[in-house]
C-alpha cells in the first residue's frame, strides 16, 4: 500500500503536506507525566482494546520499546511521532495505518495523541479522519473533559480543542527574498505559528517550514481550520510568485540546474547538503523546470533522512556509508 | 579538415600537445623591431613567395591587420600566435595550414617565426615537420647564421639552434597533492623550464602547463628533444599515479563526478569555473570514469575560450552572454 506522502496533493507544489492532531486524556488516570508503569500499561491497553474492539484490521500497533533506535527515529523523521516518543520508550505504544496517514502516540505527554496526515492543503479532510476515530474513542473511553474549558491536557497551551493543526510548506524563495521573517511577524498576529521542520537552530533546513494554529481556546475546530486555510493559500500565492521571480534571474536560475547537476552526479551526499540542494530542485520541478515529480521530490526528503535511509538499505550505515548510500540512491531517481 | 588538437595523440591522458618551434631571421634586414614599415612589407613579401613559389596552396597568409580583435585573439587563444603578435598587427602575417598544425609568424620578434603543433607527445614527428619546411626556406633565402653561434635571433636566449620545444601537460594530481612545486625545481636542474599554460599569475588554470627547453646553445635540436622527451615521459607516469591514488578517495572521486555534474547541466559558466571543473573531468576521462574522450575535451578546452567562443557561435557577446552560450554548448556536448 502506498504510503500517504506519495499521493499528489492540492496547492502540492508549495504544501507538502497537512498535519491534524488531537490531544486526549482518560478521565480515571493521571497525565503520563505522573502516571506509574503499572497505570501507563492500563492506559496502553485500554486504547488499544477501544481501537481494535470491532475486530478492525486497520490499525497496527507497536511497543515502542521493541524498536530499534534506528527504527524509532526513523519514524520522528516520517513526522510520524515526536522526536520525544523516541527517548524513554518504556510503556509507550504506537498505533498506525498501513498507509501511515494515522498515527496515534499513547502515553506521550498526553494519554493519547492522535494525528492524521494528508498531502498537500487537505485540512478539512485531515480534521474528518481524526474526527472519526475520536468519535469511536469516545464512544468507548471516559475523556477527560470540562464543559467550560474543553478538553483537559498536561500542557494548558492545548486546553480547549485540543487541537493542533498544521501545514507543511516548502519556502524557497520568500525565505531567499528575505521575506520569511516579515511573514513570521505577521501570522504571529493572526494567531499562527512558523517555524522551520527539520532539524533544530534558527535556519530552516531546505525551506521547510511548519505552519500551525496556536489558539485551542475560545475557538471552534473549524474556525482554526479555517483561518489556517485562507493563511496558507495566501503564503502559497507569495511563494509562487516570488518564485517566478527568482527563476527569472539567469543566475538563480543557473543554481537550481547545478543542484540538480549535483544531485545526479555526486558520489557522496550528506543530508545537509541534501537538504540546500533538494530544495533548489524542488523549486524547479514546481516551476515545471524538471521532469521528476513533485511527489517524487517528497518522498525523497523523507527517505533521504538518515535512519530512515539506513531503515531502507536494511543495515546500519557509518556516516560515510550512508552519504556514499544516499548518493547513489539520488543517481538512480534523478536521472536527467 | 580537423583540426590538429582533435586526434588521438600518444600518452594523451597527459599530454595534450607539443610544439616546437624554430626562430629564424634573414641576413639582409634588421631585427623586426628595428624595421621601418617599408623593410616590414619586404620581410613579409619575400617569406610568403619563397613558401608559395611551388604553386603549393597548403598555406593560407593572413595579413593580422585585417583580422578583427576577437579573430587574432582567438589564433593566440589556440596557441597559433603568441598574445604579443595579437597587440600591433601591422606589417605583420599569419601563414597557417588548414589543419592549423604548422602556423609561422612573419615579423614577430623575429622574421620568422615557424611553429609545428601535434596532439600528443610528438616531438620528433613535429620537429621533423618543421625541419622539412625550414629547409625549404633556407634553399630560397639566406639565413642569418654564425658557425661559431648558430642562429641569429633578437633575444640571445634563442641564439644556437633557436629551438625551442614545449609539450603541454595535464596535471592535476601532481598539482592537488603538492608535488608540482618540487619537479618545477627538478626540471630547471635538467635545463627545462615548466609553467601554467593558461592566463598570466602563478597559478595553472586548469591544472594545464607547458614544459619547455631552455637550452638552445651548445646543444643539437635532437639531444634537445630527447631529453624533453625522456623528462616528459616521467612525469606522464608520475601523474598517472598520482591520479590513480586520487581518485581512490571517494571524497576526490566524489568531486570529479561532481564536476560532469555541474558542466552538463549549468546554465551560465564563465571562463575560470569552466577551466577549473574541466580538468577534473580530464582527469576522469583520462582514468577511465567517463564516456567522453579526451580528444573531445581538448577541443572543449580550446573552443571554450572567450574570444574562440565568440568566432563559433558567429557574433561579439558581453559576458554573461558568453556564460550562457558556454553553458549550453557544454550541455550538448557533455550528455551524461
Redesign the interface.
Known amino acids: 500500500m502506498n504510503k500517504w506522502y506519495i499521493e499528489k496533493g492540492d496547492q502540492g507544489d508549495v504544501v507538502l503536506s497537512t498535519r491534524v492532531r488531537l490531544a486526549r486524556n482518560l478521565d480515571e488516570f493521571p497525565f503520563p507525566a505522573k502516571l506509574d508503569p503499572k497505570g501507563r500499561n492500563a492506559v496502553n491497553k485500554i486504547v488499544k482494546d477501544a481501537l481494535t474492539a470491532d475486530g478492525a484490521d486497520t490499525f497496527k500497533c507497536i511497543d515502542m520499546k521493541e524498536l530499534t533506535q534506528t527504527q524509532a527515529v526513523s519514524f520522528a523523521e516520517r513526522h510520524l511521532i515526536s522526536p520525544e516518543f523516541t527517548q524513554s520508550r518504556e510503556g509507550r505504544t504506537l498505533i498506525i495505518t498501513e498507509d501511515e496517514s494515522v498515527s496515534i502516540m499513547l502515553c506521550e505527554e498526553d494519554h493519547i495523541r492522535l494525528q492524521v496526515m494528508k498531502s498537500g492543503l487537505s485540512l478539512h479532510e485531515a480534521y474528518d479522519i481524526a474526527n472519526k476515530i475520536d468519535n469511536i474513542l469516545d464512544g468507548k473511553l471516559r475523556y477527560a473533559f470540562d464543559e467550560r474549558i474543553g478538553y483537559l491536557t498536561q500542557c494548558p497551551t492545548n486546553l480547549g480543542t485540543a487541537m493542533r493543526a498544521s501545514v507543511m510548506l516548502h519556502l524557497p524563495a520568500l525565505t531567499k527574498t528575505g521575506k520569511l521573517s516579515g511573514l513570521a511577524a505577521t501570522v504571529s498576529k493572526l494567531g499562527l505559528t512558523i517555524r522551520g521542520a527539520y532539524g533544530e537552530g534558527t535556519a530552516a533546513r531546505g525551506a521547510i517550514y511548519q505552519l500551525s494554529n496556536q489558539i485551542t481556546l475560545g475557538i471552534t475546530e473549524q474556525a482554526a481550520l479555517d483561518n489556517l486555510n485562507a493563511i496558507t493559500l495566501q503564503i502559497v500565492a507569495q511563494e509562487r510568485a516570488a518564485q517566478r521571480e527568482l527563476l527569472n534571474n539567469?543566475?538563480e536560475?543557473?543554481q537550481v540546474?547545478?543542484a540538480?547537476?549535483?544531485?545526479?552526479?555526486?558520489?557522496?551526499m550528506d543530508a545537509d547538503e541534501f537538504m540546500g540542494l533538494i530544495s533548489l530542485v524542488r523549486m524547479g520541478a514546481a516551476r515545471g523546470l524538471f521532469n521528476v515529480t513533485i511527489e517524487r521530490i517528497n518522498e525523497l526528503i523523507v527517505n533521504m533522512q538518515p535512519a530512515t535511509l539506513m531503515e531502507m538499505s536494511g543495515r546500519n550505515l557509518e556516516a560515510?556509508q550512508r552519504d556514499?548510500e544516499r548518493?547513489k540512491i539520488l543517481r538512480e531517481i534523478l536521472v536527467?
Chains 1, 2 share one sequence.
Open positions: 539567469p543566475a536560475e543557473d540546474y547545478r540538480m547537476g549535483i544531485l545526479n552526479s555526486a558520489r557522496m560515510a556514499a548518493a536527467s
